[in-house]
């Protein structure tokens, strides 16, 4: 069974940083892009960042300059997506979810995980 389990989400002062991790898992044959996107409440889920197996990044304009996605290369974290998040804001409270094209043994799919809580307040 495919899973994506992101971590480090929780609360944190306006200014301050998190970093966020996701780790696929599972019978997984190649990756293609792997991102980020977040909803807020009462608000429609939007990409905050994506990155492709080419390492070619995409971010939204409101996170540009404060937030950086990056993709590990060792063997043993290959399949683990980041974002570094820097200068938080209030605004930037939402839940953030994981999300990637995965090729499996039934063929390409794209999968969500779990989401976590990135809560920016004093």
């Known amino acids: 069974q495919v899973q994506l389990v992101e971590s480090g989400g929780g609360l944190v002062q306006p200014g301050g940083s998190l970093r966020l991790s996701c780790a696929a898992s599972?019978?997984?044959?190649?990756?293609?892009?792997m991102g980020w996107y977040r909803q807020a409440p009462g608000k429609q889920r939007e990409l905050v960042a994506a990155?492709?197996?080419?390492?070619?990044?995409?971010?939204?304009d409101s996170v540009k300059g404060r937030f950086t996605i990056s993709r590990d290369n060792a063997k043993n974290t290959k399949n683990t997506v980041y974002l570094q998040m820097n200068s938080l804001k209030p605004e930037d409270t939402a839940v953030y979810y994981c999300?990637?094209?995965?090729?499996?043994?039934?063929?390409?799919?794209?999968?969500w995980g779990q989401g976590t809580q990135v809560t920016v307040s004093s």
């Open positions: 999300n990637a094209d995965l090729l499996v043994p039934t063929g390409w799919g794209n999968y």
């Open positions: 599972g019978s997984i044959f190649s990756i293609n892009t």
């Open positions: 990155i492709t197996s080419a390492r070619t990044t995409n971010y939204a």
